[in-house]
């Protein structure tokens, strides 16, 4: 009993210390957020503990962020323009490819599987040169197709990878009742493997999410700094100025585009996280 509760209070502690280490940055960015320019260079955001009174405490940095002039609303929108489809995409095709390579029977399936494997080690550095003049061929650089497209293609071997896991390991006698019914692989894929594999699809969505939303790179890229097309993160960039004059505005603009991944973490979303945990 007593090694028992050792070992609880060390996971415990454990834990409390990885909270902290989580969220006192996070808190410190957002009382900073809140702070004049001119009293953030000359005390941390942990004075305001000791004198809040003179913390120097403002809501003009979420003003002038949220002006229109910024653009950060409407980079908020081409932000969910991009993101949504960047996953849902991905997540549809590797959930059917995931399925062919885990229950279909087909000349060269393991050979292209192993390949799947291999693209997991490429850097998407590497391939953003070529797809770049590719899309300039085609014409498509600058639209959120391209953006689509390359996001799909950079998560969709992760993504098939994932899935194959959770989906082959799926009682096959559920599977071969279906066959027995006469159902189709499409029937069954559509009514029993998707149905049973929502964690699996829940837990690479919700990491996709991330990626897509956070993403920089891929975005100036593909998709370039114009307020009519700029993602967020994008737009915090342009923000801070080309001599990075407008640095203080940068907290406040972080939770601005931290909104959206933090309304997951609302009231209501347990069965989300549930469904998260399973996958």
């Given amino acids: 009993m007593k090694g028992s509760l050792a070992s609880r209070l060390l996971i415990i502690l454990a834990v409390l210390i990885l909270v902290a280490i989580w969220t006192i940055p996070t808190l410190g960015l957002l009382i900073t957020s809140f ?3 001119d009293v953030m260079t000359t005390s941390g955001w942990w004075s305001v503990f000791a004198d809040p009174a003179g913390a120097g405490w403002t809501t003009a940095n979420y003003a002038t962020v949220l002006n ?21 995409i991905p997540i549809l095709v590797a959930a ?18 192993a390949i799947i494997i291999m693209l997991l080690v490429v850097p998407i550095q590497i391939a953003l040169i070529p ?11 600058g639209t959120y197709l391209a953006m689509w497209l390359a996001h799909t293609g950079f998560g969709l071997a992760l ?19 279906a066959f027995i019914d006469g159902a189709s ?9 998707l149905p049973l594999s929502v964690p699996a699809l829940a837990s690479f969505a919700i990491f996709q999410f991330l990626w897509v939303w956070n993403d920089l790179l891929v975005a100036q890229t593909f998709l370039g700094t114009q307020k009519e097309v700029a993602v967020i993160t994008s737009a915090l960039l342009n923000l801070i100025g080309t001599r990075a004059e407008a640095w203080h ?22 069965e989300a996280e549930g469904r998260f945990i399973e996958g």
């Fill in 35 to 37: 702070r004049e320019r």
């Fill in 68 to 88: 229109e002039q910024t653009g950060i609303a409407i980079a908020f929108i081409n932000s969910l323009t991009v993101t949504i489809p960047a996953v849902v």
């Fill in 96 to 113: 059917f490819a995931a399925y062919g390579f885990a229950w279909m029977r087909f000349s060269g399936r393991k050979v292209l599987f």
């Fill in 131 to 141: 797809v770049l003049k590719g899309y300039l061929a085609l014409d498509l650089n």
């Fill in 159 to 177: 993504a098939t990878y994932l899935l194959h896991n959770y989906i082959s390991e799926l009682p096959r006698d559920i599977l071969e009742s």
């Fill in 185 to 193: 692989h499409f029937t069954t894929f559509t009514r029993l493997i």
């Fill in 249 to 270: 505005l940068l907290t406040a603009g972080a939770f601005v585009s931290m909104v959206l991944p933090l309304a997951g973490r609302a009231p209501g979303s347990g």
